[in-house]
């Protein structure tokens, strides 16, 4: 178990604004489509902010639920409304700032100490908590950003219009996109005592290989949007289909609900459109190369189909820059995903470690299921 520091609680408490200003700013954007006549998108961003503050609310209920069984039913109903008012992770952020604080500067430190030392117990809620709250970041984020991006680089790319906020805003979505992957990560590891360390190298070698493919695949599918919202719609219907097919076949076992489990399923399909994930801690090297191999012929082939198709559009700067980066991107990201798997992978700074994942399958995730639900989600 890794310890909670003091520079842990202040990106906890950095977290919290940015949440609030978050909330803000889809406010402020919807408000201004509305403002310029362009209700569509004006709708379009809050649905994607309510859909997406619906599910992160179910399964943060869903897991106090869990986490409280057989206590007070009167906190639980209360745990309830405020969900209901879509207000849950403020609680969740209580609870973090809560242990996180008792954690960081309250404890003492212990080298080795026992899993039924006090001061373990609260490191340990101090990092679950934690670790709750950047799942539900890394949901919100894919049901949420991501889609928000893709409506702003489009009218950014049909219309024409550019300011420099709009650039800032762009890029701050990518980033955001990826640093929330990376902040994962590094709780997740934070949260299982036979995971690796996520060190310096190894965090900055995997935050630009998600940037980069992450990136490279959103513009790839805006460049599709702006050819045909039709086709476009199509193909983030059948990407998402291969991606729920793919959970259904690995027999995810991270709710303990069916019908949660099956909702989980479909959170997933979503997010696999646009980056891969491990959701059985499971070698994957197969499955990783044939998923950025597709990524590699759609990107290829939508820029081949603009060629054909409208051919008057390639002249056009936006698609020349468009094109550019994606390319570059993809290939980058790829060299990033290769050098972070050969060389800054945490498991190759444990040897122990590598058994570990190769032979992490049902059986394992059997027994892990009563104590930590964060053993079954996106190891990789």
């Avoid at 709708?43 to 206590?71: A, M, P, V």
């Avoid at 049901?143 to 950014?156: D, N, R, S």
């Avoid at 995810?252 to 459109?273: D, W």
């Avoid at 559009?313 to 936006?318: H, L």
Wanted: positive net charge; aromatic residues 18%.
């Amino acid at each position: 178990m890794m310890k909670f520091t003091k520079q842990n609680f202040g990106f906890l408490v950095g977290g919290i604004i940015i949440y609030v200003v978050d909330i803000g700013v889809d406010f402020y954007v919807a408000i201004k489509y509305f403002c310029q006549g362009q209700y569509p998108w004006g709708i379009l961003i809050l649905c994607f902010r309510g859909l997406s503050s619906l599910i992160t609310q179910i399964f943060s209920y869903e897991w106090f639920k869990n986490d409280w069984e057989g206590t007070d039913t009167r906190k639980l109903k209360w745990i309830f409304l405020v969900h209901l008012f879509q207000c849950g992770i403020f609680i969740r952020y209580w609870f973090a700032l809560k242990y996180g604080y008792q954690a960081a500067y309250k404890q003492i430190s212990s080298g080795d100490a026992s899993e039924t030392d006090p001061s373990y117990l609260i490191q340990k809620q101090a990092i679950d908590a934690v670790t709750d709250i950047n799942m539900l970041r890394v949901f919100k984020t894919f049901l949420e950003t991501t889609p928000q991006l893709f409506v702003q680089i489009y009218t950014f790319m049909e219309h024409g219009k550019t300011n420099f906020y709009q650039y800032a805003a762009i890029l701050m979505s990518f980033c955001g996109i990826s640093i929330s992957m990376v902040d994962y990560q590094i709780s997740l590891r934070k949260s299982l005592p036979d995971k690796g360390e996520f060190r310096v190298p190894s965090k900055f070698i995997y935050l630009f290989y998600k940037l980069l493919t992450i990136s490279s695949w959103i513009l790839s599918i805006s460049l599709t949007t702006l050819l045909s919202v039709r086709i476009s719609v199509i193909l983030l219907i059948f990407l998402w289909a291969c991606g729920f097919a793919w959970t259904l076949k690995q027999h995810t076992t991270f709710c303990k609900s069916k019908k949660m489990e099956y909702l989980y399923r479909t959170v997933v399909g979503i997010i696999l459109i646009f980056t891969f994930f491990n959701v059985k801690g499971r070698r994957t090297k197969v499955c990783i190369s044939i998923y950025y191999a597709t990524h590699i012929v759609v990107t290829l082939g939508i820029l081949f189909v603009y060629m054909f198709w409208k051919p008057f559009i390639i002249e056009e700067m936006y698609f020349i820059i468009a094109s550019i980066l994606t390319i570059f991107g993809l290939v980058l990201g790829i060299i990033f995903l290769v050098v972070y798997y050969k060389h800054f992978h945490p498991t190759l700074y444990c040897k122990t470690q590598a058994y570990s994942d190769e032979v992490d399958g049902m059986a394992g995730q059997k027994d892990r299921v009563k104590t930590d639900r964060f053993q079954n989600f996106l190891m990789q």
